[in-house]
Each structure stands twice: as structure tokens, then as C-alpha cells.
């Protein structure tokens, strides 16, 4: 099975706003890394949110068409069931953080599915040495800098180890140590199969990746092997 | 003369035993490129904070222009610092982009075709026109920090303080941020430029500054 079907995918914030994905179909195979590129505003985030569930359930909209993450339509699943499957992290990390420690931050979601409190502690101490800070254990999420932030929101959704991961642009902010770090982790994760769709813009964190989709304007332009898409939108960007 | 000198800061959160900022003394001229970097939780962004007055240095002093922050309103340091943050959802407050941009630029005291003017010019050339009456929280992200962008740039400051400035920005936008980067520097004006894009700090800086257990490192 796909671990993500996108069909004829259109959406809009509004009903009667602006068309802001328009018409886009791919699929993602399990244990596989892809990027999705584009400028700004070409709809990478809206398409994480789909991915997510957040558009329909949250932010309202219209949606046609249909998006399946192992097999489920993600209009028939609420957010938290879909969360068990594909764990998303925000391109604003501030959206995402709330509780009054790191340590309960990464702690709540596990906590949340009744895990064993043994469990819980476990996952919590495996994800804060991974990512490299168990330092930041007790202090409280808003004191954090920007970049230790996204290490958090990513901390909080490795702890429910879904099987695929949604990332919006969480290297931009990341010193290289963290990137490195992050980098080693999608390795690890793509070993352990499972499948990772990420928004970047830097071509050298992008080429991890096996494969890129390029968005412009809400439409799919391209999709294919990630030195050949790369080397090709480069140039259309001239520079 | 320095436009902003730092002499002596240190800084250190309330109820923190660590200071993040440590005895610091530098000078920062309104020429050039002054590229900071340093890992995440270093202390950038609080430097920043600290050069516009948004926090107070726990020890030592920073002089602006000669005279002391402390004795300047936050509305007078904003006019000789044009302060960028790192999440731009905290900067934007109007109910358009246009507005955004406009309410700066009302307060320059041009005439109003002048202040028209230089609103739709930077609004045109972050390619925010389209945009012009959306409400700016439901914009992107990449398009929320040409707007934070856009507004500060469009009061022409002395110094830019920019706190990683290419985040969420495409690599087309990212050459017009350095292109305009470009354009102020040749009209006389300075920048600090707080980042971890490599390529963009050695495309564009002129001084290279390193944050490190609360102390800098020249490189
Ligand atoms: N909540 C919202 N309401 C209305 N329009 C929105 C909202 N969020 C994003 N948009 C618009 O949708 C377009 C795509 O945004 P987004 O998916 O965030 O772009 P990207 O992530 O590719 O930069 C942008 O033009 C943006 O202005
Ligand atoms: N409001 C705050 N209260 C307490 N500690 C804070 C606060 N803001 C930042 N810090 C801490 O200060 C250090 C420096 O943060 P910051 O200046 O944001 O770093 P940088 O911008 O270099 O990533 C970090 O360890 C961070 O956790
Ligand atoms: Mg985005
Ligand atoms: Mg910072």
C-alpha cells in the first residue's frame, strides 16, 4: 500500500476564496524521502495541513478531491487519529508548542494514546538524546530560541513514532549542528522504512531526498528524481 | 563614530543562573555587512533584543547615535534601528499588507503622494502586491516575512537588524532580499545580519562575527 495517495487534490481557505492547490495527484511509497519545492506561497504548507487533516477539520475550506495516508481518507478520520500516522511539523513552530516543559511537551501525545508511563519515559529520553537536548528537558517552550523550537515540535512528534513524517521547512532555522543532527535522523527513520515528505529550499538539505515535487501556483509542475528536478528548477530560477 | 557600542553587557534572564550574554564590547558601524552567527540558544536573538531596547542589558551599557538606549523611547531607537524579528507574526499587527507597510511610512512625515509612492514601490518589489488587501496572518510564512521585510525597509533606518532573514524565503526571493541588501549598503546605510545561511552570509557579509558561550569571536 501507498503510504500517500494524492488525487485530484484542489483546495481553498475560503469557499469563496482563491484556489490554492489546484488539481494535484502523487503518490508516496513507503521508506521513501521526498521534497517538495516551490516558492513561496505556492501552497507547500496548505498541502502539509491536507496531509494532516488540519484543511478540512480545522481551518474549514473546501476540499475536493482526496487524500489517503496508509489507506485513510483524511476526511473520514479526525486530526488525532491521523496523527498516529503521519506526524506533521508546523513551519511555525509557536503554533505547535504548549505545554509548560519540553519534557511534557514530547511526553503529551504518547501520554495521550494511554501508553504505559514506562513507555512514555522511555520514548521521552530516547527523543531528547536523538535530537540532542536533554539539556533543554525542563525549561519551558516559549524560552526558547527559534531553532531549538523546531527541535522541540520535531522532538513531540518523533515520540508518537508515526510512519510518516510531514516537515515543513524545520532545517531554515536549524544551526548546522542541528541539521546534521536532523539529517541523521531522516536517514535513520528511511532505514527503518518509513516514508518522509519535506518542504525545504536549500538544495543541499534537499539532496537527501529520492525524489522532488516541485509546486508553482497550487499545481504539481514536476515530479521526479531529485538531481534531475533540482538541477532543472535551479535554472528556472536563475540563481 | 560606532552607531550602536556595546560596553561591558552582560545578560541574564530573570530567575536564570546562566547569563546567555557575557561582558560584551563591540562596536557596530551603519556600513557594511555585520554577519552574526552562532548555534541555536547562543544568544543572537536576545542580542538583538538588547540593541533596540526591547531588553535591558543586566550590567554595562549601549550607546545609540552617542547617546544612551536608556534614554531613548522605543520610537526613536525603531527610527535609527530597523528591527526585522525572527518570527515575523510578531511584528504584524495591521489589517492589510498594504496598511502593514503604510503605517510606518505615515509617520516619515512625506507628503502623501510621496508616502503613496514608497509604499507601492517596496510593496512591488517583494512581489506583495497581489496581496495588497489580504489580512497579513493568513499569508504564508515565506510571504509574512517579505511583508516584515517590506515594511521596515520602506523607512529607510540607518542600520537594518536582521534576525534570520532568509527563512521561509525561496531562492528568488532570497536574491532580491540580497539585491536590496545591495542597494542600501550603496546608499550609506549599515546592516546586522543575524544568520545560519552560509551561502547567503558569504555572498553578502562584510564582518563575520561568532556567538559563542556568550562572548564573540571575531573570524
Ligand atoms: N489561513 C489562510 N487564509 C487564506 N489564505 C491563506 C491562508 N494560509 C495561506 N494562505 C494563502 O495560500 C497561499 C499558499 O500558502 P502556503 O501554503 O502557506 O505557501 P507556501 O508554504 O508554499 O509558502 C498563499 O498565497 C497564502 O497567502
Ligand atoms: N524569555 C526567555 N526566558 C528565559 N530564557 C530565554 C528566553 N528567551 C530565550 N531564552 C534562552 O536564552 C538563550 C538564548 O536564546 P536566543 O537569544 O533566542 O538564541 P539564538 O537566537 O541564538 O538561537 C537560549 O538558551 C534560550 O533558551
Ligand atoms: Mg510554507
Ligand atoms: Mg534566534
Known amino acids: ?239 | 563614530m560606532a552607531y550602536i557600542e556595546l560596553e561591558n553587557v552582560s545578560f541574564c534572564y530573570p530567575g536564570q543562573s546562566r547569563p546567555v550574554l557575557r561582558e560584551i564590547n563591540l562596536s557596530i558601524l551603519n556600513k557594511g555587512v555585520t554577519a552574526i552567527t552562532g548555534a541555536n540558544g547562543s544568544g543572537k536573538t536576545t542580542l538583538s533584543k538588547l540593541l533596540t531596547g526591547i531588553l535591558l542589558p543586566t550590567k554595562g551599557r549601549i550607546k545609540l547615535n552617542g547617546q544612551l538606549l536608556t534614554s531613548l523611547t522605543l520610537t526613536q531607537i525603531g527610527r535609527q534601528i530597523g528591527y526585522v524579528f525572527q518570527n515575523p507574526d510578531k511584528q504584524l499587527f495591521c489589517e492589510t499588507v498594504e496598511e502593514e507597510i503604510a503605517f510606518g511610512v505615515r509617520n516619515l512625515g512625506l507628503p502623501p503622494d510621496q508616502a503613496a509612492q514608497k509604499v507601492r514601490e517596496v510593496m512591488d518589489y517583494f512581489e506583495l502586491t497581489r496581496h495588497a488587501q489580504a489580512y497579513p496572518l493568513s499569508l504564508s510564512a515565506g510571504e509574512k516575512r517579505r511583508l516584515a521585510l517590506a515594511a521596515v525597509f520602506a523607512l529607510e533606518p540607518g542600520l537594518l537588524l536582521l534576525d534570520e532573514p532568509t527563512t521561509g524565503l525561496d531562492p528568488y526571493r532570497k536574491k532580491l532580499l540580497g539585491d536590496y541588501l545591495d542597494k542600501m549598503l550603496a546608499a550609506g546605510r549599515g546592516v546586522v545580519l543575524i544568520s545560519h545561511d552560509q551561502k547567503f552570509i558569504n555572498r553578502y557579509a562584510t564582518r563575520l562575527m561568532g556567538l559563542q558561550d556568550g562572548q564573540f569571536i571575531e573570524e
Open chain 1, 1 to 239: 500500500m501507498d503510504a500517500i495517495v494524492v488525487d485530484r487534490l484542489s483546495c481553498r481557505y475560503q469557499a469563496a476564496g482563491r484556489q490554492i492547490l489546484k488539481d494535484i495527484s502523487f503518490k508516496v511509497a513507503p521508506g521513501e524521502i521526498v521534497a517538495l519545492i516551490g516558492l513561496s506561497g505556492c501552497g507547500k504548507s496548505t498541502l502539509c495541513l491536507c496531509l494532516g487533516g488540519i484543511i478540512p477539520h480545522y481551518l474549514g475550506g473546501e476540499l475536493t478531491g482526496q487524500v489517503l495516508v496508509n489507506g485513510k481518507d483524511t476526511r473520514e478520520y479526525r486530526v488525532a487519529q491521523l496523527a498516529l500516522e503521519v506526524g506533521l511539523v508546523f513551519q511555525d513552530p509557536d503554533t505547535q508548542l504548549f505545554a509548560p516543559t519540553v519534557e511534557d511537551e514530547i511526553a503529551f501525545a504518547p501520554e495521550n494514546l494511554c501508553l504505559p508511563a514506562e513507555e512514555v519515559g522511555t520514548r521521552v529520553n530516547k527523543v531528547l538524546d536523538t535530537l540532542g537536548i536533554s539539556d533543554l528537558r525542563k525549561t519551558n517552550p516559549n524560552h526558547l530560541s527559534g531553532g531549538q523550537k523546531h527541535l522541540v515540535a520535531m522532538g513531540a512528534v518523533l515520540a508518537l513514532e508515526p510512519s510518516i513524517l510531514a516537515l515543513d521547512e524545520v532545517m531554515a532555522q536549524l544551526d548546522p549542528a542541528g541539521k546534521k543532527t536532523i539529517n541523521k535522523i531522516l536517514v535513520d527513520l528511511r532505514r527503518q522504512g518509513k516514508t518522509i515528505l519535506m518542504v525545504e529550499h536549500d538544495p543541499e538539505t534537499v539532496s537527501i531526498a529520492d525524489r522532488v515535487l516541485v509546486l508553482e501556483e497550487g499545481r504539481l509542475i514536476k515530479d521526479g528524481r531529485a538531481v534531475t528536478v533540482l538541477g532543472e528548477w535551479e535554472s528556472m530560477l536563475r540563481c
